[in-house]
C-alpha cells in the first residue's frame, strides 16, 4: 500500500479555542477509534531547556528555549509499517521569561519531536538537538485515508482554525466543498438538521468512496441522536465526521 505526505501548520492564540479542539478531538478519537484504530492523547507538558525551534530571522534560523508548556491532542493513526501517523493538534501556550526578546510564539500548531526523532531529519542543527518542536505537523499517510485527512483538516479549519493550513497534493484540499456543505446545513432550521441527511448529502457532493463490506462500522443511535439534540452546524458536522470516518475505506489488513 502506497504513502502519500501531508502537512498541516498554522496558529490559534486563544487558550479557550485551543482546549474545545482538544476536548472535540478526543472524543473522536475515542468515537472512532473502533473502525480506524485511531487513538488520542491529551498533551500538557512543560518541556525544559534546550528545546530547539525555527525563529527565522536569528542566526542560524534557530533558537533554543526552555519552559515551554504545549498544550492539545495528540490523534495517532495505528498502521502496520514505521511511518509517520501522528497528527498533531498541539500548541505552544507559554515559553520562559528568559526568551521575551524573541518573536510570540504563543499559539503556533507543534510537533514535539524527541531525540530519536531529531535523528530523522538532515538539518544538522535539528539532528544535533535533544528536543525540537517543528512548527508543523506532517504525516506519511496511507494512499487509502487521502480523503479522511481532508475531511478532519477542513473541520478543524472551518469550526475552530480558521488559519489552518494543511497540503496533500494541493492546498485545502475539500475545504471549499466543506464549507458549502456546512453553510447548506446551516440553512435548516436546528430541529430538521439530520446527522444522516449531512452524510448523504457530503458523499452525494464529493462523490465519496463506497463503504466496504469489510467495513460495517456505522454511527449508532444514541450518537447520532446527541448530536441532532443539540442541533448546532458543528454538532451536525462532528457526527456526520464521526459517521463517515467510521466507515471509511480502507485496505483489508491481512
Known amino acids: 500500500m502506497g504513502s502519500v505526505h501531508t ?16 476536548s472535540r478531538l478526543a472524543f473522536i478519537g475515542e468515537a472512532v477509534s473502533p473502525a480506524l484504530d485511531l487513538k488520542h492523547k491529551r498533551v500538557d507538558v512543560t518541556l525544559p531547556a534546550p528545546v530547539l525551534v525555527r525563529v527565522p530571522g536569528t542566526e542560524g534560523d534557530f533558537a533554543e528555549i526552555g519552559d515551554v508548556r504545549v498544550v492539545g491532542t495528540e490523534l495517532e493513526l495505528a498502521d502496520f509499517r514505521r511511518d509517520k501517523h501522528r497528527f498533531a493538534f498541539t500548541f505552544i501556550r507559554s515559553i520562559g521569561n528568559d526568551h521575551l526578546k524573541l518573536p510570540d510564539m504563543s499559539g503556533t500548531l507543534v510537533t514535539i519531536e524527541d531525540e530519536t526523532e531529531c535523528k530523522l531529519y538532515k538539518s544538522p542543527r535539528i539532528r544535533a538537538a535533544s528536543c525540537y518542536l517543528a512548527d508543523h505537523s506532517t504525516q506519511l499517510l496511507r494512499y487509502d485515508l487521502e480523503l479522511e485527512y481532508d475531511l478532519i483538516m477542513a473541520y478543524v479549519r472551518r469550526f475552530f482554525m480558521p488559519g489552518l493550513q494543511y497540503w496533500r497534493y494541493r492546498p485545502l484540499g475539500h475545504s471549499l466543498e466543506y464549507r458549502h456543505w456546512t453553510n447548506q446545513i446551516g440553512k435548516l432550521p436546528p430541529n430538521e438538521r439530520r446527522v444522516q441527511s449531512a452524510v448523504e448529502g457530503w ?31 458543528e454538532a451536525i458536522a462532528t457526527g456526520a465526521l464521526v459517521a463517515l470516518l467510521r466507515r471509511a475505506h480502507r485496505e483489508r489488513l491481512e
Request: proline content about 6%; overall charge negative; some cysteine.
Open 203 to 233: 458523499i452525494e457532493m464529493t462523490k465519496w468512496p463506497a463503504i466496504t463490506e469489510w467495513h460495517p462500522c456505522v454511527l449508532d443511535d444514541e450518537l447520532r441522536l446527541k448530536f441532532e439534540a443539540e442541533g448546532t452546524v
Open 7 to 22: 502537512l498541516s501548520s498554522g496558529r490559534l492564540p486563544n487558550a479557550a479555542a485551543q482546549e474545545r479542539l482538544a
